[in-house]
């Protein structure tokens, strides 16, 4: 069956970086996007971008450009997002989700907080 | 960016009810929108997609319409496990956006 299976929690320091992963498998990994959506706590989902496993070609959200980037490694079918600068805002549960089409999210990581403090 | 609004924010209901969720886009979206259901210390799941369309294997009380810019869930015959948060999602144009979220109570 369809499994993404994300890294575990972090605590980070403001201005820090995180990287988070989510490791896919139960189908052809090329075939689907992945995408990343977060939620801040008690709060609503954003989305924040997706990458195209097959061609590495990703699309950021306006509000993330500079700070986020989403790579992926096929060999072990595997993407990866990595938030830069830090702040408390960020402090957020992160999810990977894969895209049947569009943005039609069917399967979700089981999330993984990141908590932002000094 | 599209802006999507729900209503109620949220609402409290018996088992066996029947409820109705509102979702409105700032401008037409066609069908391009879906619904997902989140509970406590879950990820969201999708229930409908292309505003009416059931996720394979979702429970038949669930549906959904519309089309534009107003947007309909209902839920037949409330069961315990629909207990939740719902939220509506447009797919018409990156960003993809969400509502804010109706959160449904056991009354």
């Known amino acids: 069956q369809v499994q993404l299976v994300q890294s575990g929690a972090e605590v980070k320091k403001p201005g820090a970086s995180v990287k988070v992963s989510c490791k896919t498998s139960?189908?052809?990994?090329?075939?689907?996007?992945i995408h990343w959506v977060r939620q801040a706590p008690g709060q609503g989902l954003e989305w924040m971008a997706w990458?195209?496993?097959?061609?590495?070609?990703?699309k950021y959200l306006q509000t993330f450009q500079g700070r986020v980037t989403v790579t992926r490694d096929t060999s072990i079918n595997t993407v990866y997002m990595e938030l830069s600068r830090l702040t408390s805002d960020d402090t957020a549960l992160y999810y990977c989700?894969?895209?049947?089409?569009?943005?039609?999210?069917?399967?979700w990581g089981q999330g993984t907080l990141v908590t932002v403090s000094s | 960016d599209i802006q999507m609004t729900q209503s109620p924010s949220s609402l409290s209901a018996s088992v066996g009810d029947r409820v109705t969720i509102t979702c409105r886009a700032s401008?037409?979206?066609?069908?391009?929108l879906n619904w997902y259901h989140q509970k406590p210390g879950k990820a969201p799941n999708l229930l409908i997609y292309?505003?009416?369309t059931l996720q394979g294997g979702g429970p038949s009380r669930f549906s959904g319409g519309g089309s534009g810019t107003d947007f309909t869930l209902t839920i037949s015959n409330l069961q315990p496990e629909d207990f939740a948060t719902y939220y509506c999602?447009?797919?018409?144009?990156?960003?993809?956006?969400f509502g804010q979220g109706t959160q449904v109570e056991i009354k």
């Open positions: 139960g189908y052809t990994f090329i075939g689907y996007y």
């Open positions: 989700a894969r895209a049947i089409d569009r943005g039609d999210f069917d399967s």
């Open positions: 999602q447009q797919t018409y144009t990156v960003p993809w956006t």
């Open positions: 990458i195209n496993p097959k061609s590495g070609d990703t």
């Open positions: 292309a505003a009416s």
């Open positions: 401008q037409s979206i066609s069908t391009f």
